[in-house]
Protein backbone atom coordinates (compact mmCIF):
# COMPACT_ATOMS: atom_id res chain seq x y z
CA UNK A 1 0.00 0.00 0.00
CA UNK A 2 1.59 3.70 -0.72
CA UNK A 3 1.38 5.83 2.36
CA UNK A 4 0.19 9.28 1.81
CA UNK A 5 1.14 10.90 5.71
CA UNK A 6 -2.29 12.46 7.10
CA UNK A 7 -1.97 14.78 10.43
CA UNK A 8 -5.82 15.71 11.21
CA UNK A 9 -5.65 18.04 13.68
CA UNK A 10 -9.44 17.62 15.69
CA UNK A 11 -10.88 20.83 17.26
CA UNK A 12 -13.68 20.66 19.62
CA UNK A 13 -16.97 21.63 17.75
CA UNK A 14 -20.93 21.76 17.46
CA UNK A 15 -22.65 19.05 18.31
CA UNK A 16 -23.11 15.95 15.93
CA UNK A 17 -26.12 15.19 14.14
CA UNK A 18 -26.95 12.75 11.56
CA UNK A 19 -27.68 9.41 10.04
CA UNK A 20 -24.83 7.30 8.74
CA UNK A 21 -24.02 3.87 7.42
CA UNK A 22 -19.89 2.41 8.56
CA UNK A 23 -18.78 -0.14 6.37
CA UNK A 24 -18.94 -3.72 6.29
CA UNK A 25 -17.76 -5.91 9.11
CA UNK A 26 -13.92 -6.68 8.30
CA UNK A 27 -14.20 -10.37 9.89
CA UNK A 28 -17.31 -11.36 7.63
CA UNK A 29 -15.86 -9.93 4.67
CA UNK A 30 -12.59 -11.51 4.90
CA UNK A 31 -14.34 -14.87 5.57
CA UNK A 32 -17.27 -14.24 2.58
CA UNK A 33 -14.03 -13.70 0.15
CA UNK A 34 -12.24 -17.00 1.59
CA UNK A 35 -14.94 -19.51 1.34
CA UNK A 36 -16.05 -17.73 -1.82
CA UNK A 37 -12.79 -18.73 -3.19
CA UNK A 38 -13.14 -22.61 -1.78
CA UNK A 39 -16.53 -23.26 -3.37
CA UNK A 40 -16.68 -23.61 -7.14
CA UNK A 41 -18.43 -21.63 -8.97
CA UNK A 42 -19.59 -17.85 -8.31
CA UNK A 43 -20.55 -16.37 -5.03
CA UNK A 44 -21.29 -12.51 -4.74
CA UNK A 45 -20.62 -10.11 -1.80
CA UNK A 46 -22.52 -7.30 -1.10
CA UNK A 47 -21.46 -4.71 1.03
CA UNK A 48 -17.70 -5.47 1.55
CA UNK A 49 -15.66 -3.82 3.58
CA UNK A 50 -12.93 -2.32 1.07
CA UNK A 51 -10.50 -1.71 3.15
CA UNK A 52 -6.75 -2.27 2.90
CA UNK A 53 -7.07 -5.43 5.30
CA UNK A 54 -9.72 -7.01 3.05
CA UNK A 55 -8.38 -6.00 -0.12
CA UNK A 56 -5.04 -7.58 0.87
CA UNK A 57 -6.86 -11.25 1.28
CA UNK A 58 -8.49 -10.60 -2.23
CA UNK A 59 -5.50 -10.14 -3.67
CA UNK A 60 -3.70 -13.38 -2.01
CA UNK A 61 -6.56 -15.44 -3.28
CA UNK A 62 -6.24 -14.40 -6.90
CA UNK A 63 -2.65 -15.56 -6.01
CA UNK A 64 -3.73 -18.97 -5.30
CA UNK A 65 -6.10 -19.58 -7.94
CA UNK A 66 -9.23 -17.57 -6.99
CA UNK A 67 -11.00 -15.26 -9.34
CA UNK A 68 -12.21 -12.14 -7.55
CA UNK A 69 -13.40 -8.98 -9.09
CA UNK A 70 -15.54 -6.13 -8.52
CA UNK A 71 -18.98 -4.91 -10.23
CA UNK A 72 -19.57 -1.32 -11.07
CA UNK A 73 -22.17 -1.63 -8.56
CA UNK A 74 -19.65 -2.58 -5.70
CA UNK A 75 -20.77 -6.72 -6.01
CA UNK A 76 -18.40 -8.49 -5.20
CA UNK A 77 -18.05 -11.41 -7.47
CA UNK A 78 -15.76 -14.69 -6.18
CA UNK A 79 -15.25 -17.23 -8.74
CA UNK A 80 -13.64 -20.49 -6.49
CA UNK A 81 -11.24 -23.42 -7.06
CA UNK A 82 -13.00 -25.14 -4.35
CA UNK A 83 -11.90 -27.09 -1.22
CA UNK A 84 -8.76 -28.67 -2.31
CA UNK A 85 -7.69 -26.87 -5.51
CA UNK A 86 -5.69 -23.60 -4.31
CA UNK A 87 -2.54 -23.24 -6.80
CA UNK A 88 0.58 -22.71 -5.25
CA UNK A 89 0.92 -18.47 -5.45
CA UNK A 90 3.51 -17.38 -7.61
CA UNK A 91 4.79 -14.93 -5.74
CA UNK A 92 5.27 -13.70 -1.31
CA UNK A 93 1.80 -13.07 -0.05
CA UNK A 94 2.04 -9.55 1.60
CA UNK A 95 -0.66 -9.34 4.01
CA UNK A 96 -0.33 -5.76 4.80
CA UNK A 97 -1.26 -4.55 8.54
CA UNK A 98 -4.18 -7.83 8.46
CA UNK A 99 -3.73 -10.54 11.34
CA UNK A 100 -6.82 -11.96 10.13
CA UNK A 101 -5.94 -12.42 7.12
CA UNK A 102 -2.75 -13.80 7.40
CA UNK A 103 -3.63 -16.04 9.90
CA UNK A 104 -6.93 -17.48 8.67
CA UNK A 105 -4.68 -18.00 5.22
CA UNK A 106 -2.10 -20.11 7.00
CA UNK A 107 -5.00 -22.14 7.89
CA UNK A 108 -5.80 -22.54 4.15
CA UNK A 109 -2.49 -23.07 2.84
CA UNK A 110 -1.35 -25.75 5.89
CA UNK A 111 -3.80 -28.10 4.57
CA UNK A 112 -3.11 -27.81 0.44
CA UNK A 113 -0.05 -29.36 -0.59
CA UNK A 114 1.62 -26.44 -1.86
CA UNK A 115 3.96 -23.95 -0.40
CA UNK A 116 3.41 -19.80 0.31
CA UNK A 117 5.46 -17.99 2.26
CA UNK A 118 3.76 -14.51 3.85
CA UNK A 119 5.37 -11.32 5.18
CA UNK A 120 3.56 -7.93 6.18
CA UNK A 121 4.33 -4.76 7.58
CA UNK A 122 6.24 -3.55 10.17
CA UNK A 123 3.55 -3.78 12.62
CA UNK A 124 2.03 -7.45 11.35
CA UNK A 125 5.65 -9.00 11.11
CA UNK A 126 5.97 -7.71 14.85
CA UNK A 127 2.66 -10.39 15.87
CA UNK A 128 2.90 -13.67 17.18
CA UNK A 129 2.19 -16.39 14.82
CA UNK A 130 3.23 -19.32 17.11
CA UNK A 131 -0.88 -19.57 18.21
CA UNK A 132 -1.48 -20.74 14.73
CA UNK A 133 1.62 -22.44 13.70
CA UNK A 134 0.94 -25.23 16.77
CA UNK A 135 -1.92 -26.21 16.00
CA UNK A 136 -0.85 -26.54 12.05
CA UNK A 137 1.98 -28.08 12.73
CA UNK A 138 -0.41 -31.12 13.88
CA UNK A 139 -2.27 -31.56 11.16
CA UNK A 140 0.79 -31.79 9.18
CA UNK A 141 1.75 -28.57 7.59
CA UNK A 142 5.52 -27.60 8.24
CA UNK A 143 6.86 -23.91 8.85
CA UNK A 144 9.83 -22.02 8.58
CA UNK A 145 9.17 -18.72 10.41
CA UNK A 146 11.20 -15.44 11.62
CA UNK A 147 12.62 -15.28 15.06
CA UNK A 148 9.27 -15.74 17.87
CA UNK A 149 7.46 -17.40 15.23
CA UNK A 150 7.25 -14.21 13.31
CA UNK A 151 6.71 -13.01 9.58
CA UNK A 152 7.52 -13.31 7.42
CA UNK A 153 7.28 -16.96 7.62
CA UNK A 154 7.10 -20.41 5.04
CA UNK A 155 4.21 -22.59 5.35
CA UNK A 156 4.62 -25.97 3.53
CA UNK A 157 1.37 -26.75 3.54
CA UNK A 158 -0.03 -30.95 2.77
CA UNK A 159 -2.54 -32.45 0.92
CA UNK A 160 -3.01 -35.21 3.76
CA UNK A 161 -3.73 -32.85 6.65
CA UNK A 162 -5.03 -35.08 9.91
CA UNK A 163 -7.86 -33.71 11.60
CA UNK A 164 -7.13 -32.36 14.97
CA UNK A 165 -9.07 -31.70 18.53
CA UNK A 166 -7.49 -28.50 19.70
CA UNK A 167 -8.42 -26.35 22.85
CA UNK A 168 -7.84 -23.14 22.04
CA UNK A 169 -5.68 -21.91 25.27
CA UNK A 170 -6.37 -18.22 24.35
CA UNK A 171 -9.76 -16.79 23.21
CA UNK A 172 -9.03 -16.08 19.51
CA UNK A 173 -11.20 -16.67 16.49
CA UNK A 174 -8.44 -16.07 14.43
CA UNK A 175 -6.86 -19.11 15.82
CA UNK A 176 -9.87 -21.16 15.85
CA UNK A 177 -10.90 -20.05 12.46
CA UNK A 178 -7.16 -21.22 11.06
CA UNK A 179 -7.69 -24.76 12.59
CA UNK A 180 -11.14 -25.18 10.63
CA UNK A 181 -10.37 -23.85 7.52
CA UNK A 182 -7.58 -26.40 7.56
CA UNK A 183 -9.91 -28.97 8.69
CA UNK A 184 -11.77 -28.14 5.50
CA UNK A 185 -9.55 -30.08 3.63
CA UNK A 186 -8.63 -32.96 5.87
CA UNK A 187 -10.64 -36.16 6.29
CA UNK A 188 -12.78 -36.98 9.55
CA UNK A 189 -13.82 -34.64 12.03
CA UNK A 190 -11.82 -31.72 13.35
CA UNK A 191 -12.74 -29.95 16.65
CA UNK A 192 -12.12 -26.73 18.24
CA UNK A 193 -13.37 -26.44 21.55
CA UNK A 194 -13.28 -22.89 22.82
CA UNK A 195 -13.35 -22.32 26.74
CA UNK A 196 -14.45 -18.31 25.97
CA UNK A 197 -16.32 -18.08 23.01
CA UNK A 198 -15.04 -15.85 20.03
CA UNK A 199 -16.88 -14.52 17.65
CA UNK A 200 -18.79 -16.79 15.50
CA UNK A 201 -18.32 -15.52 12.16
CA UNK A 202 -16.16 -18.78 10.78
CA UNK A 203 -18.81 -21.29 11.78
CA UNK A 204 -22.28 -19.10 10.27
CA UNK A 205 -20.50 -18.59 7.20
CA UNK A 206 -18.99 -21.98 6.71
CA UNK A 207 -22.50 -23.69 7.22
CA UNK A 208 -23.99 -20.77 4.75
CA UNK A 209 -21.60 -22.28 2.21
CA UNK A 210 -23.13 -25.85 2.92
CA UNK A 211 -20.68 -27.29 5.28
CA UNK A 212 -21.51 -29.58 8.27
CA UNK A 213 -20.56 -27.98 11.73
CA UNK A 214 -22.31 -28.91 15.27
CA UNK A 215 -21.96 -26.96 17.95
CA UNK A 216 -21.97 -28.40 21.52
CA UNK A 217 -21.52 -27.18 25.19
CA UNK A 218 -18.78 -29.51 27.03
CA UNK A 219 -19.69 -30.44 30.52
CA UNK A 220 -16.93 -27.48 31.87
CA UNK A 221 -19.02 -24.71 29.49
CA UNK A 222 -16.92 -24.46 26.62
CA UNK A 223 -17.80 -24.46 23.36
CA UNK A 224 -17.15 -27.54 21.47
CA UNK A 225 -17.34 -26.62 17.69
CA UNK A 226 -17.20 -29.92 15.17
CA UNK A 227 -16.94 -29.56 11.37
CA UNK A 228 -16.84 -32.24 8.98
CA UNK A 229 -14.09 -32.21 6.48
CA UNK A 230 -13.97 -32.78 2.29
CA UNK A 231 -17.33 -30.85 2.01
CA UNK A 232 -18.42 -29.58 -1.19
CA UNK A 233 -19.01 -25.26 -0.80
CA UNK A 234 -21.41 -24.28 -2.75
CA UNK A 235 -21.72 -20.52 -4.17
CA UNK A 236 -23.11 -18.27 -1.88
CA UNK A 237 -24.68 -14.74 -1.93
CA UNK A 238 -23.01 -12.61 1.43
CA UNK A 239 -24.59 -9.65 2.47
CA UNK A 240 -22.19 -7.94 5.36
CA UNK A 241 -23.69 -6.26 7.80
CA UNK A 242 -22.18 -3.13 9.08
CA UNK A 243 -19.04 -3.80 11.37
CA UNK A 244 -20.23 -2.56 15.30
CA UNK A 245 -16.46 -2.60 15.71
CA UNK A 246 -16.45 0.87 13.76
CA UNK A 247 -19.78 1.83 14.70
CA UNK A 248 -17.96 2.05 18.42
CA UNK A 249 -16.49 5.81 16.73
CA UNK A 250 -19.35 7.18 15.70
CA UNK A 251 -21.27 6.41 18.59
CA UNK A 252 -18.84 7.05 21.04
CA UNK A 253 -18.13 10.52 18.90
CA UNK A 254 -22.13 11.15 20.01
CA UNK A 255 -21.69 10.40 23.43
CA UNK A 256 -19.59 12.41 24.26
CA UNK A 257 -20.19 15.94 22.32
CA UNK A 258 -22.31 17.52 23.89
CA UNK A 259 -25.77 17.94 22.41
CA UNK A 260 -25.05 14.91 19.52
CA UNK A 261 -27.77 12.94 18.49
CA UNK A 262 -26.68 10.29 15.67
CA UNK A 263 -28.41 7.26 13.89
CA UNK A 264 -25.63 4.78 12.41
CA UNK A 265 -27.88 2.13 10.43
CA UNK A 266 -27.47 -1.80 9.64
CA UNK A 267 -24.93 -2.72 12.40
CA UNK A 268 -24.15 -6.22 12.82
CA UNK A 269 -25.35 -7.16 16.46
CA UNK A 270 -23.80 -10.80 16.80
CA UNK A 271 -23.91 -10.93 20.67
CA UNK A 272 -20.07 -12.26 20.33
CA UNK A 273 -19.62 -8.75 19.40
CA UNK A 274 -21.55 -6.38 20.82
CA UNK A 275 -20.55 -6.30 24.62
CA UNK A 276 -19.31 -2.64 23.93
CA UNK A 277 -23.07 -1.61 24.09
CA UNK A 278 -23.67 -3.70 27.22
CA UNK A 279 -20.85 -1.71 28.86
CA UNK A 280 -21.64 1.86 28.20
CA UNK A 281 -25.30 0.69 29.10
CA UNK A 282 -23.85 0.28 32.79
CA UNK A 283 -22.26 3.66 32.14
CA UNK A 284 -25.18 5.16 31.65
CA UNK A 285 -25.43 5.78 27.80
CA UNK A 286 -28.36 6.49 26.16
CA UNK A 287 -28.42 3.64 22.68
CA UNK A 288 -31.48 2.81 21.21
CA UNK A 289 -32.36 -0.02 18.70
CA UNK A 290 -34.40 0.74 16.00
CA UNK A 291 -35.77 -2.08 13.80
CA UNK A 292 -33.82 -4.97 14.82
CA UNK A 293 -33.58 -7.48 11.99
CA UNK A 294 -32.06 -10.71 11.11
CA UNK A 295 -30.12 -11.21 8.18
CA UNK A 296 -28.28 -14.59 7.32
CA UNK A 297 -28.00 -15.59 10.41
CA UNK A 298 -26.73 -12.36 12.37
CA UNK A 299 -28.95 -10.18 14.08
CA UNK A 300 -28.70 -6.40 12.60
CA UNK A 301 -30.26 -3.06 14.00
CA UNK A 302 -29.93 1.05 14.02
CA UNK A 303 -28.56 2.75 16.90
CA UNK A 304 -30.10 5.92 18.22
CA UNK A 305 -27.38 7.77 20.30
CA UNK A 306 -27.94 10.82 21.83
CA UNK A 307 -24.79 13.07 23.98
CA UNK A 308 -25.07 11.98 28.04
CA UNK A 309 -22.31 11.82 30.95
CA UNK A 310 -20.76 8.97 31.45
CA UNK A 311 -19.64 7.33 34.69
CA UNK A 312 -16.71 4.92 35.35
CA UNK A 313 -17.16 1.16 36.17
CA UNK A 314 -15.21 -2.15 36.19
CA UNK A 315 -15.84 -3.76 33.08
CA UNK A 316 -16.30 -7.72 33.49
CA UNK A 317 -13.00 -9.37 32.26
CA UNK A 318 -15.25 -11.98 31.01
CA UNK A 319 -16.96 -9.53 28.27
CA UNK A 320 -13.24 -9.23 27.04
CA UNK A 321 -13.21 -11.42 23.72
CA UNK A 322 -16.87 -9.89 22.80
CA UNK A 323 -15.35 -6.47 22.92
CA UNK A 324 -11.69 -7.12 22.47
CA UNK A 325 -11.59 -4.15 19.70
CA UNK A 326 -13.16 -1.73 21.21
CA UNK A 327 -10.95 -1.23 24.58
CA UNK A 328 -9.22 1.54 22.91
CA UNK A 329 -12.12 4.21 22.54
CA UNK A 330 -13.67 2.73 25.32
CA UNK A 331 -10.30 3.71 27.28
CA UNK A 332 -10.46 7.48 25.24
CA UNK A 333 -14.16 7.69 26.16
CA UNK A 334 -13.29 6.80 30.07
CA UNK A 335 -11.55 9.43 30.34
CA UNK A 336 -14.66 11.69 30.29
CA UNK A 337 -16.46 9.73 32.47
CA UNK A 338 -16.75 10.42 36.31
CA UNK A 339 -14.58 8.16 38.51
CA UNK A 340 -12.41 5.32 36.97
CA UNK A 341 -13.12 3.12 34.59
CA UNK A 342 -10.99 0.21 35.60
CA UNK A 343 -10.24 -2.68 32.41
CA UNK A 344 -8.98 -6.01 33.45
CA UNK A 345 -8.35 -9.15 31.65
CA UNK A 346 -6.92 -7.63 28.43
CA UNK A 347 -3.17 -9.02 28.50
CA UNK A 348 -4.14 -9.88 24.60
CA UNK A 349 -4.70 -6.08 23.32
CA UNK A 350 -0.52 -5.95 24.00
CA UNK A 351 -0.70 -8.35 20.68
CA UNK A 352 -2.76 -6.79 18.60
CA UNK A 353 -1.32 -4.09 15.66
CA UNK A 354 0.36 -2.55 18.33
CA UNK A 355 0.08 -3.05 21.88
CA UNK A 356 -2.64 -1.35 22.45
CA UNK A 357 -2.76 -1.05 26.49
CA UNK A 358 0.92 1.15 25.99
CA UNK A 359 -0.40 3.01 23.33
CA UNK A 360 -3.75 4.17 24.87
CA UNK A 361 -1.50 4.74 28.08
CA UNK A 362 1.21 6.82 26.47
CA UNK A 363 -1.29 8.82 24.39
CA UNK A 364 -3.66 10.04 27.20
CA UNK A 365 -0.80 10.27 29.71
CA UNK A 366 0.60 13.03 27.23
CA UNK A 367 -2.76 14.83 26.97
CA UNK A 368 -2.59 14.95 30.49
CA UNK A 369 -5.06 12.20 31.57
CA UNK A 370 -4.31 9.83 34.75
CA UNK A 371 -4.02 5.99 33.49
CA UNK A 372 -2.60 3.19 35.21
CA UNK A 373 -0.64 0.83 33.56
CA UNK A 374 -1.31 -2.32 34.66
CA UNK A 375 0.34 -6.37 33.03
CA UNK A 376 -2.64 -7.11 31.67
CA UNK A 377 -5.37 -4.02 31.92
CA UNK A 378 -5.64 -0.37 32.42
CA UNK A 379 -7.47 2.14 34.84
CA UNK A 380 -8.37 5.41 33.24
CA UNK A 381 -9.40 8.55 35.62
CA UNK A 382 -12.04 10.46 33.90
CA UNK A 383 -12.22 14.18 33.92
CA UNK A 384 -16.04 14.50 34.43
CA UNK A 385 -17.11 15.88 30.94
CA UNK A 386 -13.64 18.05 31.09
CA UNK A 387 -11.01 15.62 29.20
CA UNK A 388 -7.68 17.09 28.65
CA UNK A 389 -5.68 18.58 25.74
CA UNK A 390 -1.88 19.61 26.18
CA UNK A 391 -1.08 21.87 23.62
CA UNK A 392 1.87 20.99 21.01
CA UNK A 393 1.14 16.96 21.76
CA UNK A 394 0.97 14.68 18.70
CA UNK A 395 -0.15 10.83 19.29
CA UNK A 396 1.71 8.46 18.06
CA UNK A 397 -0.74 5.66 16.85
CA UNK A 398 2.18 3.25 16.06
CA UNK A 399 0.51 1.70 13.17
CA UNK A 400 -2.44 0.86 14.71
CA UNK A 401 -6.23 1.91 13.03
CA UNK A 402 -7.59 1.94 15.91
CA UNK A 403 -5.26 3.81 18.10
CA UNK A 404 -5.82 6.91 15.51
CA UNK A 405 -9.57 6.98 15.48
CA UNK A 406 -9.53 6.43 19.06
CA UNK A 407 -7.85 10.09 19.60
CA UNK A 408 -9.48 11.82 16.83
CA UNK A 409 -12.73 10.81 18.58
CA UNK A 410 -11.43 11.72 21.87
CA UNK A 411 -10.19 15.49 20.04
CA UNK A 412 -13.58 15.54 19.32
CA UNK A 413 -14.95 16.26 22.37
CA UNK A 414 -11.54 17.22 24.44
CA UNK A 415 -10.75 20.71 25.62
CA UNK A 416 -8.27 21.69 23.36
CA UNK A 417 -7.24 20.46 19.36
CA UNK A 418 -5.94 16.96 19.53
CA UNK A 419 -2.96 16.16 16.96
CA UNK A 420 -3.20 12.67 15.65
CA UNK A 421 -0.03 11.52 12.91
CA UNK A 422 -0.02 8.19 11.28
CA UNK A 423 -3.68 8.11 10.58
CA UNK A 424 -3.67 6.31 7.42
CA UNK A 425 -3.61 3.58 8.83
CA UNK A 426 -7.52 4.17 8.89
CA UNK A 427 -7.97 2.93 5.78
CA UNK A 428 -7.49 -0.67 6.72
CA UNK A 429 -10.69 -1.00 8.43
CA UNK A 430 -12.83 2.23 8.02
CA UNK A 431 -11.67 4.04 4.78
CA UNK A 432 -13.84 7.45 4.41
CA UNK A 433 -13.88 7.65 8.07
CA UNK A 434 -12.73 10.97 8.14
CA UNK A 435 -15.33 12.33 5.17
CA UNK A 436 -17.84 10.31 7.75
CA UNK A 437 -17.20 11.68 10.62
CA UNK A 438 -16.63 15.18 9.19
CA UNK A 439 -20.73 14.75 7.22
CA UNK A 440 -22.03 14.50 11.01
CA UNK A 441 -20.37 18.11 11.91
CA UNK A 442 -17.07 16.92 13.16
CA UNK A 443 -13.69 19.29 12.40
CA UNK A 444 -11.11 17.55 11.50
CA UNK A 445 -8.59 18.80 9.11
CA UNK A 446 -5.81 18.07 7.47
CA UNK A 447 -2.52 19.11 9.65
CA UNK A 448 0.43 18.80 7.01
C1 LIG B 1 -10.77 -11.18 14.48
C2 LIG B 1 -10.52 -11.67 15.72
C3 LIG B 1 -9.93 -10.88 16.82
C4 LIG B 1 -9.96 -9.38 16.51
C5 LIG B 1 -9.59 -9.06 15.10
C6 LIG B 1 -10.53 -9.77 14.14
C7 LIG B 1 -11.32 -12.08 13.46
O1 LIG B 1 -8.58 -11.27 16.99
O2 LIG B 1 -9.11 -8.70 17.40
O3 LIG B 1 -9.66 -7.68 14.86
O4 LIG B 1 -11.85 -11.61 12.43
O5 LIG B 1 -11.26 -13.31 13.67
P1 LIG B 1 -8.22 -12.55 17.90
O6 LIG B 1 -8.90 -13.70 17.31
O7 LIG B 1 -6.74 -12.70 17.82
O8 LIG B 1 -8.69 -12.19 19.28
Not at 9 to 18: I, P
Not at 360 to 371: D, I, K, P
Amino acid sequence: MSVKTVHPAVSQGTSLRGKIAVPGDKSISHRALILGALSVGESTVHGLLEGADVLATAQALRAYGADIRRDADAVWRVNGVGVGGLMAPPDILDLGNSGTGVRLLLGLAAAHGITSIFTGDASLRQRPMERVITPLQQMGARFEASGGGRLPLTVIGTNRAAPIEYRLPVPSAQIKSAVLLAGLNAPGCTVVIEPRPSRDHTEHLLRHFGAEVTINSDDDGARRISLTGRPELRPQSVRVPGDPSSAAFPIMAALLVPGSEVTVTGVGLNPLRTALLDTLRDMGAQITERNRRQDQGEPIADLVVRAGPLRGIEVPSERAPAMIDEYPILAAAAAFASGPTIMRGIGELRVKESDRISAMANGLSALGVRVEELADGLIVHGHDGAAPARNGVCIDTEMDHRIAMSFLIYGLAAQGPVQVAGCEMIDTSFPGFIDLMTSLGAQMENAT
